[in-house]
């Protein structure tokens, strides 16, 4: 069976299911995908360097924002 996010397993009910994958150098880009929906990742073109953070509502799963910050 196919899980959200692409994960092992599927989630408790009333979770939500998430994956963050950190990338490797120039190689491959970081994504995060939060509920079977990817957010962040080099095909959306809304990664960059240093951190990448997405804000979700924990109550309802609503996306509020995404960002990076170059540290």
Same mark, same amino acid.
């Given at each position: 069976?196919?899980?959200?996010?692409?994960?092992?397993? @599927?989630?408790?009910? %009333?979770?939500?299911?998430?994956?963050? $994958?950190?990338?490797?150098?120039?190689?491959? +880009?970081?994504?995060?995908?939060?509920?079977?929906?990817?957010?962040?990742? @080099?095909?959306?073109? %809304?990664?960059?360097?240093?951190?990448? $953070?997405?804000?979700?509502?924990?109550?309802? +799963?609503?996306?509020?924002?995404?960002?990076?910050?170059?540290?």
């Amino acid at each position: 069976p196919r899980h959200k996010c692409g994960n092992h397993k @599927s989630c408790p009910e %009333n979770h939500f299911a998430f994956k963050i $994958i950190s990338g490797a150098a120039n190689v491959v +880009g970081p994504s995060i995908c939060f509920d079977d929906m990817i957010l962040m990742s @080099s095909v959306k073109n %809304n990664i960059g360097r240093g951190l990448n $953070i997405a804000l979700m509502n924990g109550t309802n +799963g609503q996306l509020l924002k995404v960002d990076t910050f170059d540290v």
